[in-house]
């Protein structure tokens, strides 16, 4: 298959129908000055091409519209300019009753991105005029499409927007709208990531992998400009921007052909990418070194647009495999399934240990912060030694008056109390000058949390993947997890107590749910409880999680933590602790509250393998309290209401 297009601005030179023919191209940008070539392409050259126009725009018009004080304005008035263009050539549709342009570009790489400045920061000037494109595109956008025509977004000049942010960060409103987005992609010599190759390519999947995760599947992707340009890795070379056939430093027909085939091998994989436009298959004279048509720079004809045809050559039949050996599959899935859990549950693990770890080293810092400097501490001996030799020569002088004796054993014992202190203090600045390594490494390890944060979200995608096989292959669907409830994660920042610290325990080992109430008002804190608590010896908060009033669960401690939520150390060691903020010796917890509880509740079951059976009231386990309170096993029965809840929640992942 071929996702190969052409970047057409010369519909003159030589064998440009004869390869639309052969070719067939998925897309094709044109600059919008032949009526002719547009309708022969719909009448049978290559009909289903997808065409984008260009209205040609110097860079000064460019940044006058950017700078006008009314971009939108000007994105309008430029909408206006093509819907009338040529006799509204822009509505016109050929004879297989398609519109001749499929979807019009804005702008052609009108700003500077992100990743151009070198430490990434973008100066107020350059933000205003990223926004600035965001209405112009917006508003150029909206226009077309009152007159039911599409639009073409972004164009930016390959390598300056690097990553998803840079364009979710500065164009909301383009990407809110745009169906269509282009993307510009040059390398030299070669397309493909190596030692000596300076690319540009596949960076619109870095960036598609952000938008999409916010977006999903609304954009399609077409890279308008797509090549080999020596300036990419040679920017102040005097050459200039010249392509594979520069003299200087030719490529290859075969070495450019191999780029090709892997850029297409890489584009086929992504389903919303609708092919590229190679720069330039109609060149005019400034752009002869990136020709594809009529001959090489030693007069032999170039060959590419037949080897490009060949990609459109079906699929060969693929014999048929030996049936594999199924049970051996199914193992290999279910070693995969549970590698995959392993990474996962890893980087959680890791990503709360990173932050509990600056948490403790601030308190430590704060610690130390306090005492005396090694500085502080000598300059108090001298100032000590200044007051002896005073007080020595009041003596000798004969001043009365004064309880000269009194003053000098009482200077005598401050000097000696601070001559002890001495090696107090410089442990002390010793110790702050490991504090602030520490924390300099650790600021490191954070910085690259991201790349944790990614594992962890690739390993669920191929978990679901691994889960997909393990049922085509006939093993045993797993039940469908309950999903875990929106909550309020503040396990590693509630209040401790200094120096201590609750055991832990394998996520496994956890075999039983235990519901308690907090006898406060159904709207108390978790700072608070955890505060209170602490106050009274704990180590740290005695609950996992925290339901309020209104519904809202708060995660307050690590699964793995084993807290001391009852007076029973077996319970303790294997039962998670969900409590529901209230008093409910009379009153009954809110239907919010039951609400997410039951949520919560199943979600425990579902990720512990445990059915409801493992749920218990703390009274039920330790019979020297009342909680979860009066209401939980008579009275209103409010147990019964849960698990019911729970129950239904269960078998609707079936």
Known sequence: MNKLGFYVENTTVRYLRDALRKVLPPTMLIHAVDRGLLRE??????????????????????????????????????????INYDFSLAKERGQNDRLLIDAWMSLNEPVRGPASFPDGKLDAETKRRLDALDKFQEAFYLRLRAEGLEAVAFNFAAGNFTEGSHYLDYFPRTLTVYKYLGFHEYGWPSLEP??????????????????????????????????????????????????????????????YWTSLQWYNSELLRDSYVMGCALFNVGHTGRWETFRHLGVDNQGQPILLMDKIATLNAPEPVAEVPVAPDLAALQRRVELVQSNLDLIITNCDTLLRQLAALEVALQALADAVAVAPTLEETQSLIRRLDTVKSTLRLLAQAGVTGVDIPTLQALADNLLARAWALQPSVQQADQLQQDINKAQEALRVLTNQTATVVTLKQQAQVLRVEADKLAAQLGAPQPTQPVPQPVMQDKRTTLPTK????????????????????????????????????????????????????????????????????????????????????????????????????????????????????????RSELDKRVASPGAQWAQGSHYRDTLLTQVRSILAGRK
Do not use: C
């Not at 977006?215 to 308008?224: A, C, E, P, S």
């Not at 430093?249 to 070495?255: A, G, H, K, W």
């Not at 933590?561 to 917890?589: K, M, R, S, W, Y």
């Open 498 to 617: 200094s120096g201590a610290s609750y055991p832990s325990r394998p996520f496994k080992a956890i075999k039983r749910v235990i519901i308690h109430h907090t006898v406060t008002r159904d709207d108390v804190t978790p700072e608070r409880l955890a505060q209170a608590q602490v106050a009274r010896g704990k180590p740290g908060i005695t609950y996992h999680f925290l339901v309020n009033g209104d519904g809202t669960i708060t995660w307050t401690q690590p699964a793995e933590t084993a807290v001391e939520q009852t007076l029973v150390p077996d319970v303790n060691a294997d039962g998670i602790a969900v409590a529901l903020a209230g008093n409910f010796q009379q009153a009954v917890p809110t239907p919010a509250q039951m609400e997410s509880a039951a949520t919560l509740v199943a979600w425990l079951l579902s990720s512990l393998g445990l059915t409801e059976s493992a749920v218990y009231g």
């Open 41 to 82: 392409i719909r009448a049978g050259l290559s009909p289903n091409t997808f065409m984008i126009g260009r209205l040609y725009v110097d860079q000064s018009q460019q940044t006058a519209w950017l700078d006008s004080g009314d971009p939108a304005a000007a994105g309008r008035a430029f909408a206006e300019q093509i």
């Open 194 to 255: 190596r030692s000596d190759t300076a690319t540009a390519a596949l960076l619109y999947r870095r960036a598609m992998t952000e938008i999409r995760k916010k977006y999903g599947d609304r954009h399609r992707v077409i890279v308008t400009e797509l090549g080999l340009a020596r300036m990419y890795k040679y920017p102040a070379d005097p050459a200039g921007d010249v392509g594979w056939l520069y003299p200087g430093e030719t490529i290859s027909e075969d070495q």
